[in-house]
Each structure stands twice: as C-alpha cells, then as structure tokens.
C-alpha cells in the first residue's frame, strides 16, 4: 500500500466513525459529591454541574484544618451557599476558620438561637463577611412552595425542612436542635440525594405527613445513624439505594447504630462509614450516582430510576396543629422566631428603619430575624432611599 493509499484508508475510517460519534448523547457534565471525613460530626461538598458550590454542614472544631484543606483543593472561588443544618459543635466547628479560607457568598441557617460560644462567633463572623444571612423560609409570595435553589444544567437543591413561619419549630422532642435540622434534597436529572442533618424521629413523621417526593439514590443518613432517627416509614419513603454515614471511629456515641444499620439493611441500601471508608464521593451524571470510598474497594454504581420534576407533590401545607405542645412551651415561647417575626410584621407595618451590620454590603429591615442573631456594630438609616444609596437589600427579608 502506498503511503497515499494509507492516508485515504485512515481518512474512510475516521468518516466512517463520525456518525457514531455524533449519534451518542452528549455526556451529561458531572454533579459531584464530596462526605469529608471529619470524625464525629458532618461535612459534605456539593459542586454543581456548572461549578456552583454548596458546603453543608462544617464538622466539629478537631477537623478544622482538615476541612479548610480538602475545601481549598476543591473550591477555588468563595463557596455559593453554606448551609449549617443546625448549630451543633459537630456541625459547626471546623466552620469559621474553612470560611475564613475559601470565602462564602450566602449563609443558611434554620434560625433558632443556640446558647454557645462557637455558634455567636460564627454568626459574627457571617454577619460581617458573607454578603447574604438566611433562613429557609418559605417565600411570602408563595408560602405554599418548596424553597428551592438552582445549581444550574437542571440541578437544584429544594429545603424541605423547617418551614418557619409557616409552621412552627418542632419543641419538646428528643432534641429541638436536631429536630428543626434543614432538611433538603438535592435532584439531578434521575438521581437525588438527601440531606438530614440530625433529623429526630419528629422531624421525619413531620415531613411524612405533607406531599413530598422523598425518592432519592443517596441518603446522608440523619444523626449519624443514631438509633431513633431512620424510621422504617421514614426509609419506605425514601428509597435510598446508597446510605451515607458521617461519623469518626470509637466515637462515644456509638454511632452508627446496630438498629439505625439494620433499618438501613432492610430498606435495600449499602451502607457507606466515613469512619471505616474514610471520604466517600458520589458522582451523578443525571442518570446514575457511583459512589467511592477513599479507602478502596471497587466503587459502587447505582441506577438512579427517579422520575425528573418538583419535588412539590402539590401545595405544602402547615402540619396539624399540636394544641398540648403549643400549650406547653412556656418559656421557651419568647425566643421563637416564628413568634419575633408575627410581632414585629405588626409594628412594621407603621414605621421601618434599614439597619447594616458592619463591614457587611447589604441592609436588612429593622425586624429581619438576622440582626436578631448578630451582635455585629450596625447603621441605622432612617428610610429605605437612605440606605439603597449605600448597600444592596438583603435576600433574606428584601427590605
Ligand atoms: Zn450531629
Ligand atoms: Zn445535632
């Protein structure tokens, strides 16, 4: 064969080849999530299709420098939303110093007070360096909807818990810290992961009650497998096909429990340990999630089978309402932000200042539950034109 017969040959094949090429689907852009290994506490990464990152949870304060080094090697532009599910140590404790690192543009938490030193200094530290604080409430437009946050390429990530002020926070539980954890499912295409926090039986028997589709591939498992959360009902609901446990070897706890892995066990999904497998990664390409232990052993490919749409079955509507507990809160009444939020919309309504926290861009409205929280020095301006002329309104109460 001559040499330009060779190149014609290899021409044909290259054509010939083309229009296979063309005829498969373009590969979907990877939805990438990471489970740090923090020990006894939680931390997971997610990055988006097209970049955007959401950091959940901050693990306790022994992982600090941990967590600051796997964000720093994975996040090169401030973090696009944090989440604290709730303010544990174990949750927040690596948490300022990893913001300090990398930056963040937008903070959610469910916005109840929490007595301790670690969660005032982050919410300093939050008032005054990330540009916008808030809460999962639902929209005042439409109370009846999901809160819901595009990631882009059709990913999304839709809170499902609380839903204050629509509904109350959950008191009188085994843990009301644990209890009003943000829940959120994060959807890709026709796969979804659930994120828990250290959601308490309540909160699942909570959630059962409205119109939700819970389906999801991957579970972050709610309180670090501790033995009352994971109800059977609860994992019926959901369908996990893998299950993630955030929890540090011989941890006083006992955590994962031998109930909580059972339940897991019969619901049909593989159990993945951060304290047996190290970092765990789960990678979606909108149809299936592989699942990786940092520790080896061969990755775990799981179809994801959902069917794509709102995770809204149809209006969310409040809970019944709980008369005896509702009776029973006493003291604890005066610190609910649902209650803070009804008073001050009634007084609002006659004469409102703007108020900025210091060093932060944005302004609130005198009875924005974020100033509540913060104990940053702040400016009063005495109308809203005064305070547009040097900061942008807040997302959290649009002023
Ligand atoms: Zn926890
Ligand atoms: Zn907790």
Same mark, same amino acid.
Request: charged share 20%; glycine share 10%.
């Given at each position: 064969?001559?040499?330009?017969?060779?190149?014609? *040959?290899?021409?044909?094949?290259?054509?010939?080849?083309?229009?296979?090429?063309?005829?498969?689907?373009?590969?979907?852009?990877?939805?990438?999530?990471? +489970?740090? @290994?923090? !020990?006894?506490? $939680?931390?997971?990464?997610?990055?988006?299709? *097209?970049?955007?990152?959401?950091?959940?949870? !901050?693990?306790?304060?022994?992982?600090?420098?941990?967590?600051?080094?796997?964000?720093?090697?994975?996040?090169?532009?401030?973090?696009?939303?944090?989440?604290?599910?709730?303010?544990?140590? $174990?949750?927040?404790?690596?948490?300022?110093?990893?913001?300090?690192?990398?930056?963040?543009?937008?903070?959610? #938490?469910?916005?109840? $007070?929490?007595?301790? #030193?670690? &969660?005032?200094?982050?919410? @300093? +530290?939050?008032?005054?360096?990330?540009?916008?604080?808030?809460?999962?409430?639902?929209?005042?437009?439409?109370?009846?909807?999901?809160? *819901?946050?595009?990631?882009?390429?059709?990913?999304?990530?839709?809170?499902?818990?609380?839903?204050?002020?629509?509904?109350?926070?959950?008191?009188?539980?085994?843990?009301?810290?644990?209890?009003? =954890?943000?829940?959120?499912?994060? *959807? &890709?295409?026709?796969?979804?992961?659930? +994120?828990?926090?250290?959601?308490?039986?309540?909160?699942?028997?909570?959630?059962?009650?409205?119109?939700? #589709?819970? /389906?999801?591939?991957?579970?972050?498992?709610?309180?670090?497998?501790?033995?009352?959360?994971?109800?059977?009902?609860?994992?019926?609901?959901?369908?996990?096909?893998?299950?993630?446990?955030?929890? !540090?070897?011989?941890? $006083? &706890?006992?955590?994962?429990?031998?109930? %909580?892995?059972?339940?897991?066990?019969?619901?049909?999904?593989?159990?993945?340990?951060?304290?047996?497998?190290?970092?765990?990664?789960?990678?979606?390409?909108?149809?299936?999630?592989?699942?990786?232990?940092?520790?080896?052993? =061969?990755?775990?490919?799981?179809?994801?089978?959902?069917?794509? !749409?709102?995770?809204?079955?149809?209006?969310?509507?409040?809970?019944?309402?709980?008369?005896?507990?509702?009776? =029973?809160?006493?003291?604890?009444? /005066?610190? /609910?932000?649902? @209650?803070?939020?009804?008073?001050?919309?009634? %007084?609002?309504?006659?004469?409102?200042?703007?108020? =900025?926290?210091?060093? /932060?861009?944005?302004?609130?409205?005198?009875?924005?539950?974020?100033?509540?929280?913060?104990?940053?020095?702040?400016?009063? &301006?005495?109308?809203?034109?005064?305070?547009?002329?040097?900061?942008?309104?807040?997302?959290?109460?649009?002023?």
């Amino acid at each position: 064969m001559t040499s330009s017969a060779r190149l014609l *040959t290899l021409l044909v094949l290259l054509l010939a080849s083309l229009p296979g090429l063309a005829a498969a689907p373009p590969a979907a852009k990877p939805l990438t999530v990471y +489970f740090f @290994d923090v !020990g006894q506490g $939680d931390a997971a990464l997610v990055v988006s299709p *097209t970049g955007k990152t959401v950091l959940i949870d !901050g693990g306790p304060p022994e992982a600090r420098e941990r967590l600051t080094r796997r964000l720093k090697e994975l996040v090169r532009e401030p973090l696009d939303l944090v989440i604290l599910t709730h303010p544990h140590l $174990d949750h927040l404790g690596g948490l300022t110093q990893a913001l300090k690192a990398v930056g963040a543009k937008r903070f959610m #938490d469910p916005g109840f $007070d929490h007595p301790s #030193d670690a &969660y005032r200094d982050l919410l @300093d +530290f939050v008032g005054t360096s990330v540009g916008q604080v808030m809460t999962p409430e639902p929209s005042a437009q439409a109370p009846h909807t999901l809160l *819901t946050i595009g990631l882009g390429e059709g990913a999304s990530l839709t809170v499902l818990w609380p839903r204050v002020p629509q509904e109350p926070f959950l008191d009188n539980t085994r843990s009301d810290p644990n209890s009003n =954890s943000i829940v959120a499912k994060l *959807t &890709y295409g026709k796969t979804a992961f659930l +994120f828990t926090g250290d959601a308490e039986p309540e909160t699942e028997a909570a959630l059962l009650q409205k119109r939700i #589709d819970f /389906s999801s591939t991957v579970l972050k498992v709610a309180h670090h497998g501790g033995k009352h959360s994971s109800t059977a009902a609860f994992l019926a609901a959901v369908k996990p096909k893998a299950a993630v446990i955030s929890c !540090g070897a011989g941890n $006083d &706890y006992g955590h994962p429990t031998a109930e %909580a892995l059972e339940r897991l066990g019969t619901a049909g999904a593989r159990v993945f340990r951060t304290d047996q497998d190290g970092e765990v990664v789960a990678v979606s390409d909108g149809t299936s999630v592989t699942v990786r232990a940092g520790r080896g052993g =061969s990755p775990l490919v799981v179809p994801g089978g959902l069917k794509p !749409g709102p995770v809204a079955l149809g209006p969310i509507v409040p809970n019944e309402p709980q008369g005896s507990r509702a009776a =029973s809160r006493g003291a604890t009444a /005066s610190r /609910s932000p649902a @209650d803070a939020t009804m008073t001050a919309s009634r %007084a609002g309504a006659e004469e409102t200042r703007f108020i =900025s926290l210091k060093g /932060s861009k944005v302004f609130h409205r005198e009875d924005c539950a974020t100033l509540k929280r913060s104990k940053s020095e702040r400016t009063v &301006y005495p109308s809203r034109a005064a305070a547009v002329r040097e900061r942008r309104p807040a997302e959290d109460c649009h002023p």
